[in-house]
């Protein structure tokens, strides 16, 4: 039966959806959805390439080869891969750094990384990442591709740009005279054709009209804009056979957190992509059922001369709206792409960059989200402060850096909020201010002012986790008493949590009260806290009837020391 529960999650939505019967109409929706998608991911793919640093046919090969196999094996039934904008700053260090091959390594090494997390069942797991982090590379990522983009779109002809978000910003300066007039015109009428396409026709998407656009404009003009041919030369029209770079293991060492922060980024984007699709159709996605089919699709994307593929939302949501039926919609995606390849070569590579900068610079908008951020700083300040810290370091330094420190704050933040919602308090005190209470407080009948403790008797009440962040803190509290009461009852009831450390602390207190012959009661213990403590063999030092359910069987205890 587990055998089956197991197995159940791993079954492509291709399948599911197959099984439930499948006609005409049906193919001929997503034979449609497919073509419309397809268009745009057609100028979509080879932007990306090349903003990536790489060559526009191998944005292709990843929307043909990873963009099949997502929909074939993946766990959400709309979901469209391919190459994204997330992975340009990635994919753009890693072929600085180790090359072509690197990145190719790199690629395959983070489809194994996904694979595992799918196969140990991450998937629900990936969606905890704290959302100013997410946010904050997210925007970061887009900052970098708009200023990426300035060289083609204002057609400065820089054969060169710096990685260096400073140095980028400084070259562009010194160039800024070499600006030109006929690139940044097409260039900006491509950005009005793709943002008010839409109030025209949503049939035909922004994208391919500005890409149609800008062939005609520089053809019957003749126009001195640089377009993918000047740069590239022709692009093959056939998918490449596929071929194994030389895998050391010098290179995978030096490889592994790149290929981490792909396998991670990669999991973000597409489960993100899954989870939009569900809110959009009421359907429900198998998360780890998704990994798997992305590692399987960044296993083959580079074997093909690829670059990483994820699921991408724009792209899945156009896929939804154009009608899409069944996973049949991305891979017939796949197919247009690849016979868009083998037909359309010769008018392919007439685009010019200023039109792709465009489109690119348009995507950068879109993935900033702008009215996200602004509602972002409506936020608690740790989470604006982890959101600029994670957003700054991805456009300074790299989004390794940013992806880890963001999680690292995170983490020290959401510890500190722990620290300060963990408190010891003293009966007596709380006594002396009952009368300040509020009514609906007054009302709780098991609170420790409605009940009556025996002469001889110090009752402590812990409230919050109790993990390695307050451990010492809880311990000092209880520890400083003067002088050591006959009955030491520790309260529990609002503990949650107990770990390793707080275990420990719990321990030593017990211990010191023991040795100074006062009886410890642990009252209002629940039965997850109260497991750990007895695996810990805290009962063999206050004895097992001293660790209780309620408060009231801890004073009937209490009683009973009390009147030896």
Request: with cysteine.
């Amino acid at each position: 039966m587990q055998a089956n529960s197991y197995f159940s999650e791993f079954k492509p939505k291709f399948f599911s959806v197959l099984k439930h019967g499948y006609g005409f109409k049906n193919l001929t929706a997503d034979l449609v959805s497919g073509l419309i998608v397809a268009i745009i991911a057609l100028p979509l793919s080879m932007a990306f390439a090349i903003a990536s640093g790489t060559s526009p046919e191998k944005g292709l090969y990843t929307a043909i080869i990873g963009g099949f196999l997502i929909s074939f094996l993946g766990g959400s039934r709309y979901q469209i891969g391919g190459p994204a904008g997330a992975f340009i700053v990635i994919i753009y260090g890693i072929i600085e750094r180790q090359g072509i091959d690197g990145l190719l390594i790199a690629g395959f090494m983070a489809g194994v990384i996904l694979i595992i997390m799918g196969l140990l069942k991450l998937g629900t797991v990936i969606k905890f990442i704290p959302y100013p982090v997410t946010k904050g590379f997210s925007a970061g990522i887009a900052i970098i591709i708009f200023i990426t983009q300035l060289n083609d779109f204002f057609g400065m002809g820089i054969k060169k740009v710096p990685s260096e978000f400073f140095d980028k910003l400084l070259l562009y300066f010194e160039n800024i005279s070499r600006i030109d007039i006929y690139s940044t015109i097409v260039g900006l009428i491509s950005i009005i054709i793709i943002i008010y396409s839409k109030k025209i026709t949503l049939k035909i998407p922004g994208p391919f009209l500005a890409v149609v656009f800008g062939i005609l404009v520089v053809y019957l003009f003749k126009l001195p804009i640089e377009t993918i041919q000047d740069r590239f030369g022709t692009i093959p029209s056939t998918l490449p056979a596929p071929t194994i770079p030389v895998i050391t293991l010098e290179k995978i060492k030096a490889l592994i957190p790149d290929a981490i922060t792909i396998a991670v980024l990669g999991a973000v984007e597409s489960l993100l992509s899954a989870v939009v699709a569900d809110g959009m159709t009421g359907d429900k996605h198998r998360s780890n059922m998704e990994l798997l089919a992305q590692g399987v699709a960044n296993i083959f994307s580079p074997l093909f001369g690829g670059i990483p593929a994820t699921g991408t939302i724009a792209r899945t949501a156009t896929n939804i709206k154009n009608g899409a039926y069944s996973p049949l919609s991305g891979i017939f995606h796949s197919i247009w792409v690849l016979l868009f390849m083998l037909l359309l070569a010769p008018i392919i590579i007439k685009i010019p960059f200023a039109t792709l900068g465009a489109i690119l610079i348009v995507v950068a908008y879109n993935m900033s989200e702008i009215e996200h951020i602004k509602n972002l700083f409506k936020a608690p300040k740790s989470d604006i402060t982890v959101f600029l810290a994670t957003l700054l370091l991805t456009v300074i330094i790299d989004l390794n850096v940013a992806v880890q420190v963001g999680m690292l704050l995170s983490v020290l933040l959401f510890m500190r909020r722990m620290i300060s919602i963990t408190e010891v308090k003293d009966i007596n005190i709380q006594l002396d201010k009952a009368e300040d209470l509020m009514d609906d407080e007054m009302d709780d009948k098991d609170a420790i002012y409605n009940k009556k403790f025996p002469e001889g008797v110090e009752v402590y009440e812990l409230s919050g986790p109790f993990f390695f962040g307050v451990a010492d803190k809880v311990k000092q509290v209880i520890t400083s008493l003067e002088q050591s009461p006959k009955v030491f009852i520790l309260r529990m009831r609002n503990v949650p949590m107990i770990d390793a450390t707080g275990i420990h602390a719990l321990t030593e207190i017990c211990s010191d009260f023991e040795k100074k012959g006062t009886s410890v009661i642990l009252s209002g213990v629940s039965p997850y806290v109260k497991k750990l403590l007895l695996k810990a063999g805290i009962n063999k030092i206050v004895g097992d009837e001293n660790i209780v359910d309620h408060i009231d069987k801890a004073i009937e205890i209490a009683k009973k020391y009390t009147f030896k």
